[in-house]
């Protein structure tokens, strides 16, 4: 199964902005999506952007304009690039990816959005 390695999480004041990366270990050729999810404390986890191999991509609406979603396919890696962002962004941030039969989950990692 495909590992998924993120990092690029931190704390940040509001307004401001952070990558996430998400990097594969391996190139996948069946991939059917790509993408984030976040969980809050006390609250289920929830999508937060979706790209297909088509370049087709959604946003929660919560998310919309401020955060953008992309890939690289020669790296291998997937891309969250966050701006603008407020307190209620506070979450541990999961790329997912789902690959043929299979889908695989980063580790998580913490944005944390305070003054």
């Known amino acids: 199964q495909v590992q998924l390695v993120e990092s690029g999480g931190g704390v940040v004041q509001p307004g401001g902005s952070l990558r996430l990366s998400c990097a594969a270990t391996?190139?996948?050729?069946?991939?059917?999506?790509e993408a984030w999810y976040r969980q809050a404390p006390g609250r289920v986890r929830e999508l937060v952007a979706a790209i297909t191999p088509g370049d087709n991509i959604n946003y929660a609406d919560a998310v919309k304009g401020r955060l953008t979603i992309s890939r690289d396919i020669a790296k291998n890696t997937l891309y969250l690039q966050m701006s603008a962002l407020k307190p209620e962004d506070t979450a541990v941030y999961y790329c997912?990816?789902?690959?043929?039969?299979?889908?695989?989950w980063g580790q998580g990692t913490q944005v944390t959005v305070s003054s």
């Open positions: 391996r190139n996948m050729f069946d991939i059917y999506s």
């Open positions: 997912h990816y789902h690959y043929g039969p299979n889908v695989s």
